[in-house]
C-alpha cells in the first residue's frame, strides 16, 4: 500500500520545497493542489477516506501548506469540520505548516527551553519583529509555557492587531510594543530573559550595543540566516555562549526546524485520525531538541 501525501495549498502554485520533503520524508507519492478554498476541502477530505479501506487510511494524509497563515488555518478548519459527521474509523490524518511558520517557531522555542536547561515559566519574552506568522507562532508557544510575551513592530496599531487577533482566536494576552529607535527598543529588551528576532532576513534588529547593557538577558535566538543578521553577534551556525547569554544562530533552528519537518511528515503515516496542529508539532520539535 502506497504513502500517499496530499499536500493542500490557498496558493496558486503548491510549495516546491514542502513537496521535496514530503518525498524526502517517506511519503510514495506527492498530489500537489494549488488554489484550494474553505469549500473545496469536503471533495479533499471525501476523496481521501472513501478511496481506501478504514484499515488502511493511514497511508492516506493531507498536509496543509501555503504561505498564507490565515487562509491555511481556515483549510484545516474546514477540514475539521467535515470529519465531524464522519465515523471514527473514516479519518485521515491532517498536518499544517503554512510558510514553515509551525514548525521553524516550534524549532526556535525548543532550542531556546533546552539552552536555559529550566523551566521558562514567569520569564519575560520580546519577539523582535514579531508580527509575522514565525513570530506569533513563537509567541504563542512561549505564552502556553507561562512566559509574559511582548511582540514589537515598528508600528504599533499593526502590533496591537496582531495581539488582539492572538487573543481572539487563541485566548492568549500578548503585549504590542512599539520599537521605533534605540530607547524604545532599549525599553523592549531590558527586562527580558528571552529575546528572539523573527524579522525580515538581512536586517539588524539588535545590535550589540544595546543586548550587552542588560545582564537580564538568558538566551537570544534569530531566525534570520541572511547577513546581516537580525542580532548582532549571534554565530549563524552554533548555539554558543557569549557576555553570559546563550545566542542560538538561525542555522541552529534551521537544522532542528528540517528534523521537526521530516518527523511530522512520517508521523502522519504512523496512525490515522491525529492531526497535527501547534502543539503537537511543538511537542515532535522537543523530543528531537
Known amino acids: 500500500m502506497k504513502k500517499i501525501l496530499n499536500y493542500v495549498s490557498p496558493e496558486r502554485i503548491p510549495s516546491l520545497f514542502d513537496l521535496l520533503v514530503g518525498y524526502d520524508s517517506g511519503a510514495d507519492i506527492v498530489i500537489p493542489y494549488g488554489n484550494i478554498a474553505p469549500a473545496d476541502m469536503k471533495d479533499m477530505v471525501y476523496g481521501c477516506v472513501f478511496t481506501r479501506k478504514p484499515d488502511d487510511l493511514k497511508n492516506s494524509a493531507i498536509f496543509i501548506g501555503g504561505h498564507d497563515v490565515i487562509k491555511s488555518e ?25 510558510d514553515g511558520a509551525y514548525t521553524t517557531a516550534s524549532a526556535c522555542i525548543a532550542r531556546v527551553k ?44 499593526h502590533a496591537k492587531l496582531v495581539c488582539n487577533s492572538i487573543k481572539e482566536k487563541d485566548n492568549i494576552e500578548i503585549a504590542p510594543i512599539e520599537v521605533k529607535d534605540e530607547k524604545s527598543l532599549e525599553d523592549a529588551v531590558s527586562d527580558s530573559e528571552i529575546v528572539i528576532s523573527t524579522g525580515p532576513e538581512g536586517v539588524c534588529l539588535l545590535p550589540i ?81
Open 74 to 98: 481556515e483549510l484545516l478548519d474546514s477540514a475539521l469540520n467535515v470529519f465531524k459527521p464522519l465515523p471514527e474509523f473514516f479519518r485521515v490524518s491532517v498536518a499544517i505548516d503554512p
Open 209 to 289: 550595543t544595546v543586548w550587552s547593557k542588560f545582564r537580564k538577558i538568558k538566551v537570544m535566538a534569530d531566525v534570520n540566516a541572511v547577513p546581516p543578521y537580525g542580532i548582532e553577534g549571534i554565530d549563524v551556525q552554533t548555539t554558543k555562549e557569549v557576555k553570559g547569554k546563550v545566542l542560538i544562530g538561525a542555522l541552529s533552528v534551521g537544522s532542528l526546524k528540517m528534523k521537526c519537518h521530516h518527523e511530522l511528515v512520517k508521523k502522519l503515516f504512523e496512525e490515522k485520525g491525529v492531526i497535527f496542529d501547534l502543539d503537537k508539532v511543538y511537542g515532535i520539535a522537543c523530543k528531537l531538541a
Open 114 to 157: 533546552k539552552a536555559i536547561d529550566t523551566r521558562i515559566k514567569g520569564m519575560n519574552a520580546a519577539i523582535l519583529a514579531g508580527t509575522g506568522p514565525v513570530g506569533q507562532k513563537a509567541a504563542i508557544l512561549l505564552a502556553k509555557e507561562g512566559c509574559n510575551v511582548k511582540i514589537t513592530s515598528r508600528n504599533l496599531e
